[in-house]
């Protein structure tokens, strides 16, 4: 009788996570949804259990603590909390295969898009996933309304806002096209989800990303 004996590598895989830390992204447009920052905080840390349940290593990128299959949801809540976390994602570890990038993308498409490139190059892969407020992909604003910059006492009065909104639609689908651009021409995977949505379906999402992407989990 013959037998076969089969030998398979496991090799843990490594993701690190990044949230965009600037003031434009911890806002809301009504006090009963959580802030873009907070929705996303819900989003990985479940995404980053379900990674490190698999085996795998999970750590923010940037963070003090190195990624681990161990305390995952205490070590990403610390390392979230970190002052002066960096504007821009930092330079990810060397042993990270995968990425998972979370802003608004609202700002800083140039830094961005170095980054990214610069990632892909070394032959990691990720995904962009921009969480947005219902307010500002539906522009609800009608008559005069004061905008003022969150983090900032900058403001300005507009009247007629309903006139505003097919320049503000064009404007806001052409930054959402060139983050979705971005991650295509790097083959990394791009989703949106907004505040206040069903969580589970964009969490599906971004996994099937994470998947195709070379990450599976």
């Not at 802030?35 to 990128?61: I, Q």
């Amino acid at each position: 009788e013959l037998y076969i004996r089969e030998h398979e590598l496991q090799t843990a895989r490594q993701m690190e996570i990044w949230l965009d830390p600037s003031a434009g992204f911890d806002w809301t447009g009504s006090d009963d949804r959580l802030t873009k920052a907070d929705e996303a905080r819900v989003m990985l840390l479940g995404l980053a259990k379900r990674f490190a349940d698999e085996g795998d290593r999970v750590g923010v990128l940037g963070g003090a603590k190195a990624p681990s299959a161990n305390r995952v949801l205490e070590n990403t809540l610390d390392d979230f909390e970190l002052p002066n976390r960096a504007a821009h994602p930092p330079v990810p570890r060397r042993e990270s295969s995968l990425l998972l990038i979370v802003s608004d993308f609202y700002t800083g498409l140039d830094e961005m898009s170095r980054f990214a490139h610069s990632a892909a190059a070394n032959g990691q892969m990720g995904v962009l996933l921009q969480i947005c407020d219902p307010v500002e992909v539906e522009f609800p604003f009608t008559g005069r309304v004061r905008f003022t910059r969150p983090g900032s006492t900058l403001s300005r009065i507009f009247g007629r806002t309903e006139g505003l909104k097919e320049a503000y639609d064009k404007r806001f689908k052409a930054r959402q096209d060139a983050v979705r651009d971005l991650a295509a021409r790097i083959g990394w995977g791009f989703e949106a989800h907004m505040t206040g949505a069903e969580r589970r379906p964009s969490a599906y999402r971004v996994m099937q990303s994470l998947i195709t992407s070379g990450g599976a989990v």
